[in-house]
């Protein structure tokens, strides 16, 4: 990738919230591909590259969304939404072709569906719903003059009726419209966490599903 091309990516990430781009050799390491974007972090359990299996309900990591939903349709989130400051940005990819893709859509898009979306934001509170880690908070996100959003469907319970209602609006619209990022093998998708909310098309139709993730914090 040279430097015109990495530019381009690094411009469409910025408007779009999120770009996908193929792959030179399946050879090419993810980590030296990351670090052109940014500040690789590790993940929870201290890996740089983490791997993403489909499981069995009641398998892999408790808290995991396998855990809770197995097969099924991830809950739509924003990654590591436990986290104070969640990571700004995550590059997903798959070695092989899935048939299921990830669910994007960015906080702009549903704000533009959702005439209340900003009011509600700034007034609803939710509580985060991890045994040992409840505490109440906000969805919204300011660093460095810039607004961003971490919501969570499977453990961000609402708290007051804005969080209610907020949560409402926003699963109709998603039911309604999302960007499908399909995984054909040679492909990579970075999407900035704060202003896009993803999820996991249900893997019943592929339960050997492995996706690669990577950490990224500010872009270099
Ligand atoms: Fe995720």
Not at 108 to 130: T, W
Request: net charge neutral.
């Amino acid at each position: 990738m040279n430097s015109i091309e990495l530019n381009t990516l690094k411009d469409t990430l910025n408007k779009q919230g999120y770009v996908i781009f193929n792959l030179e050799n399946s050879e090419q390491n993810l980590l030296d591909i990351a670090s052109l974007f940014g500040k690789i972090v590790p993940g929870d359990n201290g890996a740089l590259v983490q791997q993403l299996l489909a499981q069995e309900k009641g398998n892999g990591s408790y808290g995991a969304f396998s855990y809770s939903v197995g097969f099924n349709q991830f809950p739509w989130h924003t990654d590591t939404a436990y986290w104070d400051i969640p990571i700004r940005y995550l590059m997903l990819a798959s070695e092989k072709p899935s048939p299921c893709a990830t669910l994007a859509r960015t906080f702009d898009s549903l704000s533009s569906s959702i005439e209340d979306f900003l009011y509600l934001s700034e007034r609803a509170v939710y509580q985060l719903d991890i045994p040992g880690k409840r505490r109440v908070l906000t969805p919204i996100i300011r660093q460095k003059g810039m607004i961003g959003f971490k919501f969570d469907f499977h453990i961000y319970k609402p708290v007051n009726n804005e969080a209610k209602k907020l949560n409402e609006l926003m699963l109709e619209q998603l039911k309604l419209d999302s960007h499908r990022i399909v995984w054909l093998g040679n492909n990579v998708a970075i999407i900035d966490n704060w202003r896009v909310i993803h999820a996991r098309e249900d893997a019943h139709n592929d339960k050997k599903r492995i996706l690669k993730r990577v950490y990224i914090n500010e872009l270099v």
